[in-house]
């Protein structure tokens, strides 16, 4: 049926944490997936003391990213020191068609919640596990973050400029790329259990899954022995290559060229239209060779320009540029208003939130995003007693026994 969600039927237990993990169960949720995401009070997820927090003041439900990563879900809150909250882990199992966690390889086991453990509850569940490095080999036990993963899969090495340190690429960077791969993995073990009624265990190591982004670093080193290094913004290819300033305080502008038609516009457009002929720049070789002289010359013209209209000019002669864009802009740009990519969810202490959107749009079955931010314990009573059909007398007893929390 058209506008129906295509996951509607999909339900999933979500013992995720951080971004890798959640973000992966937060695009089944945004085509319909049924996700009770399970956490505590006495341990926070660690992204909810992480930033952009709400009036720049940091607490458990401030934080604007743990929203981002969690809206669409269920959350309910447990005490897993509690013996009860084990029976109510228990029984959501059974409800279950996929369970998901990203602790280190010891914490599911420990509890008593290991695959092994489950298939004994449930035979054809299916869980995801997965953690920085995978569930076995000897760095399997390794915990951290994905800006660690991003150093040990060789992404900070080349990256920076040649006379500083590894700079790195921004942020946790394979927190990023692994949640496509944790969602693609779920919904390919959904299609094998709809055609064999068998379930598995998916472990997917959050390194590895973004490791083929160094693919062509890794296959100059296999062929020709090459060991890339830090460049800065140059490029082997695309020669200019750079980040220029632009008018006014902190305003810049990003120009790459690759081909000759664009070489020879970008000349014309800065007032070197010499250039364009000049033997020293015939090749992209030569170009490479003399680019501190093309970087000064692409700089006095963008520092004279506000950068979006550089930006219009440089791209009404089609040369590849764009205004780098503060966050502020970033917010207003018509592009992603048109998309709808910002959504506003109800908050009980801040009014709203801000997430973003579906990053990718069906025309039958489009995503749904909205309703209230995922704070703690919202979904309590709604999981206990519509998902599970406790008792009130039940949900009463687990209360005074500080399980939900």
């Not at 890798?20 to 909810?48: C, H, K, M, N, Q």
């Not at 269920?74 to 909250?85: C, E, R």
């Not at 109510?88 to 290991?114: C, H, N, Q, Y």
């Not at 170009?287 to 010359?297: K, L, N, P, S």
């Amino acid at each position: 049926m058209e506008n129906e969600r295509p996951l509607a039927d999909v339900k999933v237990l979500d013992f995720m944490w951080a971004m890798a993990g959640p973000g992966s169960t937060r695009i089944l949720a945004d085509y319909g997936a049924t996700i009770v995401r399970v956490e505590s009070t006495t341990r926070f997820d660690a992204v909810r003391m992480v930033g952009p927090f709400h009036d720049g003041q940091p607490g458990p439900e401030s934080s604007g990213l743990f929203y981002n990563m969690n809206t669409g879900k269920l959350p309910v809150t447990l005490n897993m020191s509690k013996a009860q909250s084990k029976e109510v882990i228990l029984d959501l199992v059974r409800w279950a068609d996929v369970v998901t966690e990203s602790f280190s390889p010891r914490a599911m086991k420990a509890w008593g919640l290991d695959y092994a453990a489950l298939r004994q509850v449930k035979p054809d569940i299916i869980m995801l596990s997965t953690c920085l490095m995978g569930q076995t080999g000897p760095l399997a036990k390794f915990a951290g973050f994905g800006n660690l993963a991003a150093a040990i899969s060789g992404f900070f090495d080349p990256t920076g400029w040649p006379d500083r340190a590894p700079a790195g690429p921004f942020g946790a960077y394979t927190d990023y790329i692994a949640p496509w791969y944790n969602a693609a993995a779920i919904l390919t073990a959904l299609e094998y259990k709809r055609r064999t009624g068998q379930g598995q265990h998916i472990d997917l190591s959050q390194a590895e899954a973004s490791l083929h982004f160094m693919a062509p670093a890794l296959l100059d080193y296999t062929a020709n022995g090459t060991v890339q290094s830090r460049a800065g913004n140059d490029d082997r290819n695309y020669t200019p290559h750079g980040v220029y300033p632009a008018a006014g305080n902190d305003a810049w502008i990003a120009v790459a060229t690759q081909t000759e038609a664009q070489w020879q516009a970008l000349c014309r457009v800065i007032e070197r239209p010499e250039w364009a002929s000049d033997e020293r720049f015939a090749t992209v070789e030569g170009r490479r060779a003399h680019g501190d002289e093309i970087d000064a010359a692409i700089s006095a013209w963008t520092s004279r320009h506000d950068a979006f209209g550089a930006e219009s000019r440089l791209q009404q002669d089609r040369v590849p540029a764009s205004a780098v864009r503060t966050m502020h802009q970033l917010y207003q740009d018509p592009q992603l208003l048109h998309r709808e990519h910002f959504v506003d969810l109800e908050h009980p202490q801040h009014g709203t939130t801000t997430v973003e959107g579906s990053r990718f749009k069906l025309s039958r079955t489009p995503a749904q995003v909205g309703g209230a931010a995922a704070t703690l314990g919202r979904e309590n009573q709604y999981v206990l007693e519509k998902i599970l059909g406790y008792s009130e007398e039940k949900i009463t007893e687990l209360v005074s026994a500080e399980v939900l929390e």
